[in-house]
């Protein structure tokens, strides 16, 4: 988990989501050992509603 957030955060920081960048900085920390399934499900279900926000504010910017 964390070393996926961390591959994906270079991206967000270059479209400046930096609300998807203050979850993904947290989800970085997350192993099988330190985290609940509760808080990981919570998460990532937090991140999936703002990357679809931004995905679609992308395409009414870009008239896709």
């Known amino acids: 988990i964390g ?3 961390h591959r994906m955060l270079t991206m967000f920081k270059q479209l400046q989501a930096s609300e998807i ?4 900085e947290k989800m970085e920390m997350y192993s ?5 399934h509760q808080t990981l499900r ?6 999936k ?3 679809k926000a931004l995905q679609q504010t992308l ?3 870009f008239d896709l």
């Open 21 to 24: 960048i203050s979850i993904l």
């Open 32 to 36: 099988e050992e330190n985290v609940d």
């Open 42 to 47: 919570s998460t990532f279900k937090d991140f």
């Open 59 to 61: 395409k009414e910017s």
């Open 3 to 5: 070393s996926v957030s």
């Open 49 to 51: 509603s703002k990357t």
